[in-house]
């Protein structure tokens, strides 16, 4: 990844945690890592944690595909990670946030 990629891609997360804070969500953390992989923003609303997946482009082709079955399955194993060492007991959710151009599309509660 480049310079140029990298900082789009905060560029998209920015956007995507501003979009969030006007729905109504409290953002807990950002980037958080693990051995397993990394969560782009981890927020909470009505007593609901979020772990959201942030996918950034300009092109235009449909960015959500670029979530795949492999990050899908360390998405989960960096969430239980999450939830072991913060010794959280309450309802979650994977969610997926496209950032395309000036578009937003939120798909709440993936699975695979």
């Known amino acids: ?3 140029s ?3 789009s891609g905060i560029l998209g997360e920015d956007r995507a ?4 804070k006007k729905q109504g969500f409290d953002i807990l953390a950002r980037n958080f ?4 992989g990394e969560i782009d923003i981890i927020a909470l609303k009505d007593e609901i ?13 449909e960015v959500a595909y670029r979530l795949d079955s492999k990050k899908y399955k360390k998405l989960i194993k960096t969430i239980d990670y999450y939830l072991m060492k913060q010794a ?3 309802d ?4 997926l946030l496209c950032v395309k151009g000036k ?3 939120f798909i709440q509660n993936i699975t695979f």
């Open 1 to 3: 990844m480049g310079l």
């Open 5 to 7: 990629s990298y900082v």
């Open 17 to 20: 945690c501003v979009f969030l």
């Open 33 to 36: 890592r693990s051995k397993f």
């Open 49 to 61: 944690l979020h772990f959201i997946e942030v996918k950034f482009t300009q092109n235009d082709y």
């Open 88 to 90: 959280f007991k309450r």
């Open 92 to 95: 979650f959710q994977l969610d």
């Open 103 to 105: 578009e937003i599309d």
